[in-house]
């Protein structure tokens, strides 16, 4: 059974940084994209960035020169480093993978999520 566990989240001041990471276990075949999304109260979950197996990103203008994200393949795991942390960056932060599993297709996995609280 394939699982995301992200860890990282908490409480961090204006302008503080945070590392989140988020590995994927399980019997994975191969991850096509892993990456990250979140949602603040009354909103609706977003985009926040992505890194597919060619080594491409995409990020969120909202979070652009701020955030960076990574992946580790062997590891199966999957970084956001956020800095410059502004009150806006509130959320549940939502690890994402498009994966296929050793047996079965192409799915898309979702993490539990993990508050990040950015406290001015």
């Known amino acids: 059974q394939v699982q995301l566990v992200e860890s990282g989240g908490g409480l961090v001041q204006v302008g503080g940084s945070l590392t989140l990471s988020c590995a994927a276990s399980g019997s994975i075949f191969r991850i096509h994209i892993m990456g990250w999304y979140r949602q603040a109260p009354g909103k609706q979950r977003e985009l926040v960035a992505i890194?597919?197996?060619?080594?491409?990103?995409n990020y969120a203008d909202s979070v652009k020169g701020r955030f960076t994200i990574s992946r580790d393949n062997a590891k199966k795991t999957v970084y956001l480093q956020m800095n410059s942390l502004k009150p806006e960056d509130t959320a549940v932060y939502y690890c994402?993978?498009?994966?296929?599993?050793?047996?079965?297709?192409?799915?898309?996995?979702w993490g539990q999520g993990t508050q990040v609280t950015v406290s001015s």
């Open positions: 890194t597919t197996s060619g080594d491409s990103t």
């Open positions: 994402y993978s498009n994966l296929r599993p050793s047996s079965g297709t192409n799915y898309i996995y």
